[in-house]
């Protein structure tokens, strides 16, 4: 029976890693499902990159409050939890505390622990403010719907519960507290149960304890299907962001090939096309659905931290246009994951369901609203690229199905006809001189 906890402790260990492993193996999945795309160079740069943005929090800091709160949080929660190794060893081999014996650096580390986890519950309880009672309003767009707003509550209540039962914890033990080296915060928190007999405080450090590690291993499974799955995904979406300069147009390989040709003043206009076994010719020009983006574009939408800051930062969006960025990234991880669930109802394979990203999920008028300003992609604090799929979107529709906006299609009509946009022969293009 002395074993019964330890028991219990490395079943709960085992269920949580488990289920965890499942839906990382899932998320793989997913991703994978993008076209394949080469991402494997400037690896030098690209290490850079993700230890500047994702570790180093660069471009969260731009708003300087935001910012500085998130920093404390993702600091504090990941150094506390550094905590959870002392606690998986204490669960599975009943010891308590286990760390304690390497003596006055366990008290430095516990106290610097105590004061972050304060600070943490500062910066949720402001966060939390923020969003419910300022109700800033980039976290109040039509497309953050009821799943969304609620989500991010979860977020912060489990951070507040998680730091409080750390505290609670050290302040009734009393051991701990006697070692009078560490408890910088939980001291003035043990007073609240100085009346209670030993027994009683040992049954709520216990308490507290397995709620602790319990709420961990809930936090962790929760990711999957909740925005923070940018705690695990940030660095590597930054590390293979795109180093290409913003408003360079990935242009496809065997279009450019066919007006290369064209341009040749020596090729014969009437030859047959030479036969190249090795040039890959696309199914499908540009993307419908979400099988037809790369994974890369399909990692940015598991990314997407729902911050609003792209949204807010658009000039389409902010002259009233119905398109917002952090909608297209929601959309496109909606879709695949609608996707990935039909393929594990159908023994791993695929079957039409009659829906695709563009038209059941993103509209016409959101894509061409968009300016291909970049400001998205400038502001995402995790280097997410939603003009990417806008744009491989409006590949499809000009390319597979001419539907782009009448005004553009008079325009490139104009210049496969005038070398122009305007409407004027070559021949008149000077005639404004004479007038």
Same mark, same amino acid.
């Given at each position: 029976?002395?074993?019964?906890?330890?028991?219990?402790?490395?079943?709960?260990?085992?269920?949580?890693?488990?289920?965890?492993?499942?839906?990382?193996?899932?998320?793989?999945?997913?991703?994978?499902?993008?076209?394949?795309?080469?991402?494997?160079?400037?690896?030098?740069?690209?290490?850079?990159?993700?230890?500047?943005?994702?570790?180093?929090?660069?471009?969260?800091?731009?708003?300087?409050?935001?910012?500085?709160?998130?920093?404390?949080?993702?600091?504090?929660?990941?150094?506390?939890?550094?905590?959870?190794?002392?606690?998986?060893?204490?669960?599975?081999?009943?010891?308590?505390?286990?760390?304690?014996?390497?003596?006055?650096?366990?008290?430095?580390?516990?106290?610097?622990?105590?004061?972050?986890?304060?600070?943490?519950?500062?910066?949720?309880?402001?966060?939390?403010?923020?969003?419910?009672?300022?109700?800033?309003?980039?976290?109040?767009?039509?497309?953050?719907?009821?799943?969304?707003?609620?989500?991010?509550?979860?977020?912060?209540?489990?951070?507040?519960?998680?730091?409080?039962?750390?505290?609670?914890?050290?302040?009734?033990?009393?051991?701990?507290?006697?070692?009078?080296?560490?408890?910088?915060?939980?001291?003035?928190?043990?007073?609240?149960?100085?009346?209670?007999?030993?027994?009683?405080?040992?049954?709520?450090?216990?308490?507290?304890?397995? &709620?602790?590690? +319990? #709420?961990?291993? =809930?936090?962790? %499974?929760?990711?999957? $299907?909740?925005?923070?799955?940018?705690? @695990? !995904?940030?660095?590597?979406?930054?590390?293979?962001?795109?180093?290409?300069?913003?408003?360079?147009?990935?242009?496809?390989?065997?279009?450019?090939?066919?007006?290369?040709?064209?341009?040749?003043?020596?090729?014969?206009?009437?030859?047959?096309?030479?036969?190249?076994?090795?040039?890959?010719?696309?199914?499908?020009?540009?993307?419908?659905?979400?099988?037809?983006?790369?994974?890369?574009?399909?990692?940015?939408?598991?990314?997407?931290?729902?911050?609003?800051?792209?949204?807010?930062?658009?000039?389409?969006?902010?002259?009233?246009?119905?398109?917002?960025?952090?909608?297209?990234?929601?959309?496109?991880?909606?879709? &695949?994951?609608? +996707? #990935?669930?039909? =393929?594990?109802? %159908?023994?791993?394979? $695929?079957?039409?369901?009659?829906?695709? @990203? !563009?038209?059941?999920?993103?509209?016409?008028?959101?894509?061409?609203?968009?300016?291909?300003?970049?400001?998205?992609?400038?502001?995402?604090?995790?280097?997410?690229?939603?003009?990417?799929?806008?744009?491989?979107?409006?590949?499809?529709?000009?390319?597979?199905?001419?539907?782009?906006?009448?005004?553009?299609?008079?325009?490139?009509?104009?210049?496969?006809?005038?070398?122009?946009?305007?409407?004027?022969?070559?021949?008149?293009?000077?005639?404004?001189?004479?007038?």
């Amino acid at each position: 029976m002395n074993y019964l906890p330890n028991i219990i402790f490395a079943i709960l260990l085992i269920f949580g890693i488990g289920y965890f492993t499942k839906n990382v193996k899932k998320l793989i999945r997913n991703i994978k499902l993008g076209q394949d795309v080469d991402v494997s160079n400037n690896k030098k740069e690209r290490f850079k990159n993700m230890m500047r943005i994702a570790f180093g929090q660069s471009k969260m800091v731009r708003r300087p409050i935001a910012g500085i709160l998130h920093a404390i949080v993702y600091v504090g929660f990941i150094v506390i939890n550094i905590e959870v190794l002392e606690i998986i060893i204490d669960g599975l081999l009943g010891t308590h505390r286990a760390f304690s014996g390497i003596g006055a650096t366990y008290g430095i580390l516990i106290g610097v622990f105590e004061i972050l986890a304060i600070l943490v519950l500062v910066s949720v309880t402001l966060f939390w403010i923020r969003r419910n009672v300022i109700k800033i309003r980039r976290f109040w767009n039509k497309e953050m719907t009821s799943w969304p707003k609620n989500d991010a509550n979860y977020i912060l209540y489990f951070e507040m519960v998680l730091m409080t039962l750390f505290l609670i914890m050290n302040a009734t033990d009393v051991s701990f507290q006697s070692m009078n080296n560490g408890n910088v915060i939980s001291q003035f928190i043990a007073p609240w149960f100085s009346n209670l007999p030993e027994v009683t405080l040992h049954i709520i450090e216990r308490a507290a304890w397995w &709620l602790h590690i +319990v #709420g961990i291993l =809930i936090f962790l %499974n929760y990711l999957y $299907f909740s925005k923070h799955l940018h705690i @695990l !995904l940030a660095f590597p979406n930054t590390y293979y962001g795109s180093l290409k300069p913003k408003g360079q147009f990935n242009n496809l390989e065997s279009v450019t090939k066919e007006v290369k040709l064209m341009m040749d003043p020596n090729a014969d206009p009437f030859a047959a096309p030479a036969e190249d076994t090795n040039e890959e010719i696309p199914a499908k020009f540009g993307a419908s659905d979400v099988q037809d983006l790369n994974w890369v574009q399909l990692l940015n939408a598991y990314t997407c931290t729902e911050c609003g800051r792209c949204t807010s930062s658009c000039p389409a969006n902010l002259t009233g246009k119905k398109l917002s960025p952090r909608k297209i990234m929601m959309d496109t991880r909606d879709r &695949l994951e609608e +996707v #990935g669930k039909n =393929i594990d109802v %159908n023994n791993g394979e $695929f079957k039409d369901d009659g829906k695709q @990203l !563009l038209g059941d999920y993103i509209t016409h008028e959101e894509l061409w609203a968009c300016t291909t300003c970049n400001a998205c992609v400038e502001e995402c604090p995790v280097s997410i690229n939603p003009l990417s799929i806008i744009l491989d979107m409006r590949r499809y529709l000009v390319m597979e199905q001419s539907a782009a906006p009448t005004e553009l299609n008079n325009m490139m009509s104009n210049i496969e006809n005038n070398g122009a946009p305007w409407p004027y022969n070559q021949m008149d293009r000077l005639n404004w001189k004479n007038e």
